[in-house]
């Protein structure tokens, strides 16, 4: 695959995963207002992306057709671990953006520049840490 097809195949998961995410942080937020509900959706729409998002770049991005439990833990462990930092980087802006604007539609906008930024860098930790005997993540 050119460095081109993985790029897009790459933007177009993550679009995929970021729709998952916003879609249940707005599943969650219609269930209350507060501090604790915007905390939850944040959790839960994250969980639902990384979810998603670790089984598409686990095949079709990374090719790693390793099978059972332990390899799966391992890598979704490391995988999880990665996105440690840059799900800081997608709530500090979506954050940011909720405390500046304080409307839901900047928010999602904040959102969208967090996670946008985010996988651009979790691509790059993924590439050398975690789908280490991958070989078209190699490639690019």
Not at 4 to 11: D, E, N, P, T, V
Not at 90 to 100: D, P, Q, R, S
């Amino acid at each position: 695959m050119t460095r081109l097809g993985l790029a897009l195949r790459y933007a177009g998961f993550a679009v995929l995963a970021t729709l998952a995410n916003l879609g249940v942080q707005r599943a969650v937020l219609s269930l209350g207002d507060g501090g604790q509900v915007f905390l939850a959706a944040l959790f839960l729409g994250t969980l639902a992306g990384l979810v998603l998002k670790y089984m598409l770049d686990k095949r079709w991005i990374f090719d790693d057709h390793s099978t059972g439990v332990a390899a799966h833990g391992r890598k979704f462990s490391l995988y999880t671990i990665m996105g440690l930092v840059t799900t800081a980087i997608f709530w500090g802006v979506e954050t940011a953006f909720w405390l500046a604007f304080q409307t839901d539609p900047m928010r999602e906008l904040g959102a969208i520049l967090g996670l946008a930024i985010g996988y651009v860098v979790k691509y790059r930790l993924d590439r050398r840490f975690v789908f280490t005997d991958a070989t078209l993540a190699q490639a690019a």
